[in-house]
């Protein structure tokens, strides 16, 4: 079993930074990719991020692209997502998944986060 908790979301302006963090624990392998959801009110979840936790290749939403970054630390086990000119379409709960393989798609990924929350006000 993995397990995922997600940290940092809140309330911020528009063109502000914030910076989420996922603390895995349990069986986690150095090929499994990690990565980050949204999903905003009436939409459907939607891809955002994702990492190769060894290789540290990665893939970005054309949506996020230049704006955020993800990472990770390896001995910590930490996935973070720094989110820079936040945008108002940027507000979603963001959830922090992992998988054997990488897929842009939920249906992708077996572990989830419960979430955190992030709102860009304009």
């Known amino acids: 079993q993995v397990r995922l908790v997600e940290s940092g979301g809140e309330l911020v302006q528009f063109g502000e930074s914030l910076r989420l963090s996922c603390t895995t624990s349990g069986r986690l392998h150095d090929n499994d990719v990690a990565g980050w959801f949204r999903q905003a009110p009436g939409k459907e979840r939607e891809f955002v991020a994702a990492?190769?936790?060894?290789?540290?290749?990665?893939a970005y939403a054309d949506s996020v692209k230049g704006r955020f970054t993800i990472s990770t630390d390896n001995v910590k086990k930490t996935l973070y997502l720094q989110m820079n000119s936040l945008q108002p379409e940027d507000t979603a709960v963001y959830y922090c998944?992992?998988?054997?393989?990488?897929?842009?798609?939920?249906?992708?990924?077996?572990?989830w986060g419960q979430g955190t929350q992030v709102a860009v006000s304009s």
């Open positions: 998944v992992t998988a054997n393989v990488f897929s842009a798609q939920a249906t992708g990924y077996n572990y």
């Open positions: 990492i190769r936790w060894s290789a540290g290749t990665t």
